[in-house]
């Protein structure tokens, strides 16, 4: 058959640690948004091992360990392990090195594009609408569609938007249903995925300023910052025990084919 590519060329899984901030984020001059624009500028990823295995089965295993010199020396490791077949498992490992700067950590997860075609979303997990860590009591686990283009928010001013806590499976697919799947491996995982980065979305002011990519940006992350609001005029700020601040922080998922039922 003919090859056709899941993830874009030279945009597969890296470091992702920063969210645009919202209007609660940017409570009172600046809030919690301080902690979290320290994340902004990750600078480049410093490769300290690579290595690469073939087993018997047949399986490709990949290793690499390295640090962001310029987010404190966080560390992030990632193990792959490629199957003849062509599903991908992903062993991420985070560790963030906090100090008075680096308070909490905004996101800990990976980032990835996906080309353009497979713009239908279908997940497992808490739905439908957008959910956080601190948001998502009121919604039910079940099957779920969109697009990814629906899957983001036009708030009056542009912020974090279209995250989904407790997916169990997501899938990207085109109008056949061909396309990616991702797959939990232990516990289930936090994802967005839309036609915007998060420094795209913190850089608008507005919605009618953001600049859209053909690709979709998809997001697949251990946990994120909760977005607090108790109210809209004194609790502002997110509760300690939704802001990030483990040593570490680990999560497996399955990148996979998705094919037409």
């Given at each position: 058959?003919?090859?056709?590519?899941?993830?874009?060329?030279?945009?597969?899984?890296?470091?992702?640690?920063?969210?645009?901030?919202?209007?609660?984020?940017?409570?009172?001059?600046?809030?919690?948004?301080?902690?979290?624009?320290?994340?902004?500028e990750p600078g480049d990823y410093e490769v300290t091992?690579?290595?690469?295995?073939?087993?018997?089965?047949?399986?490709?295993?990949?290793?690499?360990?390295?640090?962001?010199?310029?987010?404190?020396?966080?560390?992030?490791?990632?193990?792959?392990?490629?199957?003849?077949?062509?599903?991908?498992?992903?062993?991420?490992?985070?560790?963030?090195?906090?100090?008075?700067?680096?308070?909490?950590?905004?996101?800990?997860?990976?980032?990835?594009?996906?080309?353009?075609?497979?713009?239908?979303?279908?997940?497992?997990?808490?739905?439908?609408?957008?959910?956080?860590?601190?948001?998502?009591?009121?919604?039910?686990?079940?099957?779920?569609?969109?697009?990814?283009?629906?899957?983001?928010?036009?708030?009056?001013?542009?912020?974090?938007?279209?995250?989904?806590?407790?997916?169990?499976?997501?899938?990207?697919?085109?109008?056949?249903?061909?396309?990616?799947?991702?797959?939990?491996?232990?516990?289930?995982?936090?994802f967005s995925v839309l036609h915007y980065t998060a420094?795209?979305?913190?850089?608008?002011?507005?919605?009618?300023?953001?600049?859209?990519?053909?690709?979709?940006?998809?997001?697949?992350?251990?946990?994120?910052?909760?977005?607090?609001?108790?109210?809209?005029?004194?609790?502002?700020?997110?509760?300690?025990?939704?802001?990030p601040h483990d040593a570490q922080y680990q999560y497996?998922?399955?990148?996979?084919?998705?094919?037409?039922?």
């Amino acid at each position: 058959g003919q090859w056709r590519d899941l993830l874009v060329p030279g945009e597969g899984p890296k470091g992702d640690f920063f969210r645009a901030l919202t209007d609660n984020d940017r409570a009172y001059g600046g809030g919690q948004g301080v902690y979290i624009q320290m994340w902004k500028e990750p600078g480049d990823y410093e490769v300290t091992l690579f290595e690469a295995e073939e087993e018997e089965t047949g399986d490709l295993l990949v290793h690499i360990r390295g640090h962001y010199p310029e987010l404190n020396d966080l560390e992030l490791d990632m193990d792959y392990r490629i199957s003849p077949e062509g599903t991908v498992q992903v062993n991420v490992l985070i560790r963030p090195q906090y100090d008075e700067r680096f308070v909490y950590l905004p996101v800990a997860g990976l980032s990835m594009q996906v080309p353009q075609e497979y713009e239908q979303l279908t997940w497992f997990g808490r739905g439908p609408q957008e959910t956080y860590a601190d948001r998502y009591k009121g919604t039910s686990v079940d099957r779920w569609q969109s697009t990814v283009t629906d899957n983001y928010f036009p708030y009056v001013q542009s912020s974090e938007t279209g995250n989904h806590v407790e997916t169990r499976w997501l899938t990207l697919t085109d109008e056949t249903g061909f396309g990616l799947k991702v797959e939990m491996i232990g516990d289930p995982f936090e994802f967005s995925v839309l036609h915007y980065t998060a420094e795209e979305l913190d850089r608008a002011v507005h919605p009618y300023e953001l600049e859209t990519i053909r690709e979709s940006v998809l997001r697949i992350n251990a946990v994120q910052f909760g977005v607090g609001g108790d109210d809209s005029w004194a609790s502002l700020i997110t509760h300690e025990p939704y802001l990030p601040h483990d040593a570490q922080y680990q999560y497996s998922f399955v990148l996979e084919p998705c094919f037409p039922q």
